[in-house]
């Protein structure tokens, strides 16, 4: 079975700072992938991010980077130069190759972003 | 432009009926999946289907029941036997087997019963 574990409930950041939401996670597979979305007050899921079990380098897009470190099973986002607008939930998830594109999800991160 | 739809936004029932949450897509995906989330918890899945005619339970089933007619539909019924319905309801969608594809999400229905 898979699991995801998110330690912050909460975050705060100060506007233009960058932010660190932690994810470890637990599998027996030797193939899975790492998702992060975002969740706005509005409820929508958005995908922010992918990293794949056997990507050398660590996943960007655009403000967003994937620190794996796969031997300690962490995948934390890492957000430069916060802005108001990413004060929102931010999930960690993960896939398995053997059981399709099905995501187990954690708990959930709210980070708030102070002006 | 290709999303996913959920309908309605908000649904209001008594206890004891069945309701039905609708989910169409557009994208042309084999695999579509229903979430449920209560306040500040992540997702649970509740059942996922990857092709037509074909679906599987999630880890939280009982009380719920679907149907994949066609590959755009993929309606998700909370029954009577549903202990604690009230929650938000995510269908997303996805390509099939390709695990680096990442989910599609619609934008939920937030369902209150009492």
């Known amino acids: 079975a898979q699991k995801i574990t998110q330690t912050q409930p909460g975050m705060f950041v100060q506007e233009k700072e960058a932010v660190t939401l932690d994810c470890t996670y637990d599998?027996?597979?030797?193939?899975?992938?790492l998702f992060w979305y975002k969740q706005p007050s509005s409820g929508e899921m958005i995908f922010l991010i992918y990293q794949g079990s056997y990507d050398e380098q660590n996943a960007t897009e655009g403000r967003y980077s994937l620190n794996f470190q796969k031997a300690r099973k962490s995948a934390n986002l890492v957000i430069s130069a916060s802005q108001l607008g990413d004060s929102a939930m931010y999930f960690c998830a993960m896939s398995s190759n053997n059981a399709g594109n099905m995501l187990t999800f954690g708990g959930g991160t709210r980070l708030m972003v102070k002006p | 432009d290709g999303g996913i739809t959920q309908s309605p936004k908000y649904l209001f029932r008594k206890e004891g009926q069945n309701v039905t949450l609708s989910c169409e897509q557009n994208l042309n995906h084999d695999a579509m999946y229903w979430y449920r989330q209560d306040p500040g918890q992540g997702l649970r899945l509740i059942y996922y289907s990857q092709i037509v005619n074909d679906f599987q339970k999630g880890d939280i089933a009982e009380g719920y029941s679907v149907s994949r007619e066609k590959k755009e539909s993929f309606p998700l019924t909370v029954t009577s036997a549903q202990k604690n319905p009230t929650a938000f309801y995510l269908c997303?969608?996805?390509?099939?087997?390709?695990?680096?594809?990442?989910?599609?999400f619609g934008n939920g229905t937030r369902l209150t019963v009492t």
């Open positions: 997303a969608s996805s390509i099939r087997r390709k695990p680096n594809s990442p989910l599609h």
């Open positions: 599998t027996s597979d030797q193939s899975y992938g």
